[in-house]
Nanobody, 124 residues
Framework: QVQLVESGGGLVQSGGSLRLSCAAS????????MEWHRRAAGKERELVAS???????SYADFVKGRFTISRDNAKNIMYLQMNSLKPEDTAVYYC??????????????????WGQGTQVTVSS
């Protein structure tokens, strides 16, 4: 089974920076797409950014120019560099990975794994 663990959240002032990390662990798996989501208090969960196994990136409009998503395929780690943070960025940030397990007969079993989240708080 695949497990995802986030780290790097914390409290920063408006205009500050944080770097979030997401480490994937398990066996006999491949992750095609990794994503960062966030959920602010009283709001729906929203997609922040995504990255494919080949490094193709996509961002939500509200973070373009401020956040950068990246991944290290050899280490199975995804990052989110967050600059120019605003109070409205305050939320729990979740790591998500979509991929598949492969058995000895090349039979693939699709999965989607979620981390438990890391809190980001931006003060004014």
């Amino acid at each position: 089974q695949v497990q995802l663990v986030e780290s790097g959240g914390g409290l920063v002032q408006s205009g500050g920076s944080l770097r979030l990390s997401c480490a994937a662990s398990g066996s006999d798996f491949r992750i095609n797409t990794m994503e960062w989501h966030r959920r602010a208090a009283g709001k729906e969960r929203e997609l922040v950014a995504s990255i494919t196994k080949d490094g193709l990136r996509s961002y939500a409009d509200f973070v373009k120019g401020r956040f950068t998503i990246s991944r290290d395929n050899a280490k199975n780690i995804m990052y989110l560099q967050m600059n120019s943070l605003k109070p409205e960025d305050t939320a729990v940030y979740y790591c998500n990975g979509e991929g598949y397990h492969v058995d000895l007969h090349d039979v693939r079993t699709v999965f989607r794994a979620w981390g438990q989240g890391t809190q980001v708080t931006v003060s004014s």
